[in-house]
């Protein structure tokens, strides 16, 4: 069942027979508070710039220039799936775009050289998901309208975290290339581009750097807001689409349809989410909650950990907005009273739910790479190599929690916060 009709379904049968028909008011008025907020519109823009980078094959010519240039390296294919996978991130925010365009482009390049097979899924998966990260991000933008924070703090912040697990992944790719050769083995030297081929292929990267300044410059410098920014983008991936004159009527189409149907998922999930967090709130959720991670012993730290086991518990069962709205509200409240700085948390929790959508059962991501990889693949392959990536991600979660001026010094040169 939709977990945003099973959100909404609970809550108003909770109101109604413990409250009575006027309890109902409180979900409208929840719904239209969440609803009624203008930052929410960058969602749309965002989901469609993606789309159409996809459908006009950007990612394919990404995907190029960096084939080329990294190839004569062990794992370079893979190291060129991962670092596409950040640009894409920077351009779009949309882990379906990431995921599928290089599972499509990228896998069959690499099972073509002698790639391990569950290293190869592993490369597209991390790649893939970066977007969820690296800004602009909707779940970034989703985290901001729940509970307050600068939208444009969160995303100066999730470029240090972002950059920090594409590290992660590249030197795990590429120290297990130099163990095991047949891992991750380099392009034979008669497939290697030559510098002018090199160079020549740049010119891929142009138009997609030129819209990464356009919308992320314009958030970070202040000249914007990511509502603005996100409309900047969609215009600005019409125009990369138009000058390469790839952009056609049914592509348009297409993807404004695809819009609709992702934003109207997003938009009942807000709505369901809003209503059952109303209700548990009056129901003395939130304080019972609270209570007990109070008396909890270890401290700070310790309330720390189980939030963010919690977090990554739910990640394995919902999709990473639906925990944004349901768990976000009870847990961020309480780390602030623990003395964690909120910007900080927020970055913390976009990290962690890095992992929700490649963790076992119902990591999106795995259902996306399966949706487009051979029959040969079957969706068990794809748990196993998730499993090198839940490990990095808690090791980069355990790096921002000792290190947290990692992802706070870019937020508190920009914005002061």
């Not at 998966?125 to 970066?130: E, K, V």
């Not at 090199?198 to 914007?224: D, H």
Request: charged share 10%.
């Amino acid at each position: 069942m939709p977990i945003a009709f099973a959100l909404a379904a609970v809550a108003i049968v909770f109101s109604y027979y413990l409250w009575g028909p006027g309890a109902l008011n409180i979900l409208v008025s929840a719904t239209w508070g969440t609803m009624n907020n203008f930052v929410i519109i960058a969602i749309p823009l965002f989901i469609f710039m993606a789309y159409i980078l996809q459908k006009t094959n950007v990612v394919e010519d990404l995907y190029d220039t960096f084939y080329k240039w990294s190839g004569p390296l062990r794992g370079g294919l893979a190291i060129a799936t991962i670092l596409v996978g950040a640009i894409l991130g920077a351009v779009s925010g949309v882990v379906a775009a990431g995921v599928i365009g290089l599972g499509l482009i990228g896998l069959p390049q690499m099972l073509k050289h002698g790639y391990n097979r569950r290293g190869a899924l592993s490369a597209i998966l991390g790649g893939g998901t970066l977007g969820q990260l690296i800004p602009p991000s909707t779940n970034m933008i989703l985290y901001g309208v729940v509970t307050g924070v600068s939208i444009g703090g969160l995303f100066a912040g999730g470029i240090s975290a972002g950059v920090v697990l594409a590290t992660f992944y590249i030197i795990y790719v590429f120290v297990r290339g130099l163990i095991d050769p047949d891992f991750a083995p380099a392009l034979p030297a008669d497939e290697r581009a030559t510098w002018k081929e090199k160079f020549i292929s740049l010119k891929n990267v142009l138009l997609p750097a030129l819209l990464i300044v356009i919308v992320l410059g314009t958030i970070l410098l202040g000249v914007a807001s990511p509502t603005e920014a996100a409309a900047f983008g969609a215009g600005g991936a019409l125009f990369v689409a138009l000058i390469k004159w790839r952009l056609t009527w049914r592509i348009v189409y297409d993807t404004c349809h695809e819009t609709l149907s992702v934003t109207a998922m997003v938009g009942w999930m807000m709505i369901g989410a809003s209503a059952f967090g109303s209700v548990f709130s009056g129901l003395g959720g939130n304080a019972l909650v609270a209570d007990f991670a109070m008396n909890m012993p270890g401290g700070p730290n310790m309330v720390f950990v189980v939030a963010a086991v919690f977090i990554f518990l739910m990640g394995m069962f919902l999709e990473p907005g639906a925990v944004i709205f349901l768990a976000v509200p009870i847990i961020a409240p309480i780390l602030v009273t623990q003395g964690f700085d909120p910007l900080w948390i927020g970055l913390v929790v976009n990290v962690i739910l890095q992992s929700a959508y490649i963790s076992p059962p119902f990591g999106f991501s795995l259902f996306y790479l399966k949706g487009c990889t051979p029959p040969s693949i079957d969706i068990v392959e794809i748990y196993k190599a998730c499993v090198p990536l839940l490990f990095l991600q808690a090791a980069c979660v355990v790096i921002i929690f000792l290190f947290p001026d990692i992802v706070l010094w870019l937020p508190r040169y920009l914005f002061n916060l």
